[in-house]
């Protein structure tokens, strides 16, 4: 059996005209079936301003839609007002109902042959769209976020070698990613007997995203290999160690 959704609400922006009925009575049984309750302008009986009162049902749905076709001017200052707060569910018969400035957003076509943007198959597409929206991440009611969610952070650190003269060189370690990474040491392998890291300010305590550090390195030539991958070691924050490994070129 599949499990009770919670309801949610639906504001749906369009014409009001004959023709478009069939597809009112499509999005609100798409919404209807998806545990959503869903409103229309015409649908507003309160007194005073209608506008103020279908602005404040915009701000206030979980879900929008949005009819395009025909291009009514009505249809698109709710649109506008909408977007700032949600992302809506476009709906039109043709592309050439969309304006350049929204024709690269996704939209449910209903005037083509194909499956995929027919009217036989719209409600269905329509309840998958729904869906999408009502199974995102949302917070349990009575809790807030004191800050917003901090993003998984990514390791990288990556090493360059820069000739100075007279066979001295900088080996410079950069901390390119997102995540600090602790107790960072080099490791050079055992045939690159011509290349030298002057190593003692290793290892570093911490290396911080955009960071970078200069290290003494010299190269006496006509021994070992040229070209050989060192490995970078670090801890993350959490205590997981991490590698990486770069090559350098003399």
Not at 149 to 159: S, V, W
Not at 185 to 214: I, M, Y
Not at 217 to 243: H, Q, R
């Amino acid at each position: 059996m599949e499990e009770n959704r919670a309801a949610g609400t639906a504001f749906i922006i369009m014409p009001f005209t004959r023709e478009l009925d069939w597809l009112h009575h499509t999005i609100v049984s798409a919404c209807l079936a998806e545990g959503v309750k869903p409103k229309r302008g015409d649908d507003v009986f309160e007194p005073g301003s209608v506008l103020n009162q279908i602005l404040a049902d915009i701000d206030a749905a979980d879900i929008i839609f949005a009819v395009c076709t025909g291009k009514s001017a009505n249809v698109f200052f709710e649109l506008g007002y909408a977007w700032k707060k949600h992302d809506p569910i476009l709906i039109a018969e043709d592309t050439h109902d969309l304006p350049f400035d929204i024709a690269a957003y996704r939209a449910a076509l209903y005037g083509q042959e194909n499956p995929a943007g027919s009217r036989e198959t719209l409600e269905w597409r329509l309840r998958r769209s729904v869906r999408a929206i009502l199974d995102r991440e949302q917070l349990p009611k009575g809790k807030a976020l004191n800050e917003p969610p901090a993003r998984k952070g990514t390791p990288r650190i990556t090493a360059t070698l820069h000739n100075v003269g007279r066979g001295s060189r900088r080996f410079v370690l950069s901390n390119t990613g997102t995540s600090i990474v602790k107790q960072v040491s080099v490791e050079v392998p055992p045939e690159a007997s011509s290349f030298h890291l002057l190593d003692r300010d290793l290892p570093l305590d911490v290396l911080r995203p955009g960071e970078s550090v200069r290290l003494l390195a010299s190269v006496v030539m006509g021994g070992g290999k040229s070209i050989f991958d060192v490995i970078i070691k670090g801890i993350l924050e959490d205590g997981t160690p991490v590698e990486f490994p770069v090559k350098i070129s003399l």
